[in-house]
């Protein structure tokens, strides 16, 4: 079994950080180095898929879902408009390996592609 990601122990409590909403198969917490006024991860609850080309082929209702929870956390932390970022692969700057969107909101900048 592979190692456990830092997303898969934040859901499993080992790492502290507020879980802010949830789905039946996807969580969000605010990312720790916020590169926009609203900086939210929109993360599954699993991590079987490592980046959005593999979740699309796997379990393309999952992404749906995360899609889903985006916009109800923009339109519940912002004015409802907001930047969906997968970065995908390290030289996109992809750091970990457990998929998830950058839910991005507020006066966007270069820096915000994250
Ligand atoms: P990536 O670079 O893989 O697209 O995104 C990983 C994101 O996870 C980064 O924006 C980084 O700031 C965030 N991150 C890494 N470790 C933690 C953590 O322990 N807690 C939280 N809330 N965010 C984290």
Redesign the pocket.
């Known amino acids: 079994m592979s190692e456990k990601s830092?997303?898969t122990?934040?859901y499993e409590g080992e790492?502290p950080?507020e879980i802010i909403a949830e789905t039946d198969n996807a969580f969000a917490?605010?990312?720790?180095?916020?590169?926009a006024p609203v900086?939210l991860?929109v993360i599954p609850k699993t991590g079987e898929y490592r980046n959005v080309v593999e979740l699309a082929a796997g379990d393309p209702a999952l992404l749906a879902e995360m899609i889903g929870l985006a916009n109800s956390l923009a339109a519940e932390h912002a004015d409802g408009d907001f930047r969906l970022?997968?970065?995908t692969g390290e030289g996109?700057?992809?750091?970990?390996?457990h998929v998830?969107a950058?839910v991005l909101a507020g006066t966007l900048t270069e820096e915000s592609l994250?």
């Not at 917490?29 to 590169?35: G, L, Q, S, Y």
């Not at 996109?92 to 390996?97: D, E, R, S, W």
């Open positions: 830092i997303f122990r934040i790492i950080s917490i605010r990312d720790i180095a916020p590169k900086h991860l970022v997968f970065n996109a700057g992809q750091t970990v390996f998830h950058h994250g």
